[in-house]
C-alpha cells in the first residue's frame, strides 16, 4: 500500500474505522440474527445477503486499518504562489488547446469525474511546486506533453471531500 497521506486524510480513516465498528457493525450483527431466526439457513437468501454484508464492513476495516498502518504521512502546505495538494489549479493543455481545472488530491481522495486528481499521477506529480506562467512537461508512458499553469487558487483540504472506496 504505502499510500501518502495527510494528517487530515488519516483522520478521516480513523473516523471511518470508528464508524464502521460502532455503527455498521452492530446492524450487520442485527441483521444476521434476525436472518438466522427464519429458520432454515440451507434456503435463507437474507441469512447469506447478511452474512455477505457483515463480511464486507469487517474487510473494509481491515483495508483502512492496514492503509493507516502503511501510510507515509505528507505535508500539505505549500508556498502561496506554488501548486500544491489541496489547491486547485487551472491548466491550458498546448496541444489539445483546451483549458481545465483540476484540484490536486492525495490517491485516496482521487475522482477524476469531479476533477480531483491524484498528486502521484503524472499530471500532479508535474504541477507540485510550480507558479502561474510556469510551462511544464509531463512525462507519460509514450513520452509526454506540455501544460501550462494559468491560475493558482489556494484553496484549505475542506470536509465535502470524500475519501474513496474500494
Same mark, same amino acid.
Given at each position: 500500500?504505502?499510500?501518502?497521506?495527510?494528517?487530515?486524510?488519516?483522520?478521516?480513516?480513523?473516523?471511518?474505522?470508528?464508524?464502521?465498528?460502532?455503527?455498521?457493525?452492530?446492524?450487520?450483527?442485527?441483521?444476521?440474527?434476525?436472518?438466522?431466526?427464519?429458520?432454515?439457513?440451507?434456503?435463507?437468501?437474507?441469512?447469506?445477503?447478511?452474512?455477505?454484508?457483515?463480511?464486507?464492513?469487517?474487510?473494509?476495516?481491515?483495508?483502512?486499518?492496514?492503509? +493507516?498502518?502503511?501510510?507515509?504521512?505528507?505535508?500539505?502546505?505549500?508556498?502561496?504562489?506554488?501548486?500544491?495538494? %489541496?489547491?486547485?489549479?487551472?491548466?491550458?493543455?498546448?496541444?489539445?488547446?483546451?483549458?481545465?481545472?483540476?484540484?490536486?488530491? /492525495?490517491? +485516496?481522495?482521487?475522482?477524476?469525474?469531479?476533477?480531483?486528481?491524484?498528486?502521484?499521477?503524472?499530471?500532479?506529480?508535474?504541477?507540485?511546486? %510550480?507558479?502561474?506562467?510556469?510551462?511544464?512537461?509531463?512525462? /507519460?508512458?509514450?513520452?509526454?506533453?506540455?501544460?501550462? +499553469?494559468?491560475?493558482?487558487?489556494? /484553496? /484549505?483540504?475542506?470536509?465535502?471531500?470524500?475519501?474513496?472506496?474500494?
Amino acid at each position: 500500500m504505502y499510500d501518502k497521506l495527510t494528517e487530515n486524510d488519516i483522520k478521516k480513516l480513523e473516523e471511518e474505522i470508528e464508524y464502521r465498528k460502532l455503527v455498521v457493525r452492530q446492524e450487520a450483527i442485527e441483521a444476521v440474527k434476525e436472518a438466522r431466526a427464519q429458520g432454515d439457513l440451507s434456503e435463507n437468501f437474507e441469512y447469506y445477503a447478511a452474512k455477505r454484508d457483515k463480511n464486507k464492513n469487517e474487510s473494509r476495516i481491515r483495508y483502512l486499518e492496514r492503509m +493507516i498502518k502503511t501510510a507515509t504521512v505528507i505535508s500539505d502546505s505549500s508556498n502561496a504562489d506554488e501548486v500544491g495538494l %489541496h489547491n486547485t489549479v487551472q491548466v491550458y493543455f498546448e496541444e489539445d488547446d483546451e483549458l481545465e481545472t483540476y484540484k490536486i488530491v /492525495t490517491t +485516496i481522495r482521487e475522482n477524476a469525474l469531479e476533477g480531483k486528481i491524484s498528486n502521484e499521477s503524472p499530471l500532479g506529480k508535474a504541477l507540485l511546486g %510550480h507558479k502561474v506562467g510556469d510551462r511544464v512537461f509531463v512525462k /507519460t508512458g509514450a513520452g509526454g506533453y506540455y501544460v501550462e +499553469i494559468r491560475s493558482i487558487e489556494n /484553496t /484549505t483540504d475542506d470536509d465535502s471531500d470524500r475519501i474513496r472506496s474500494f
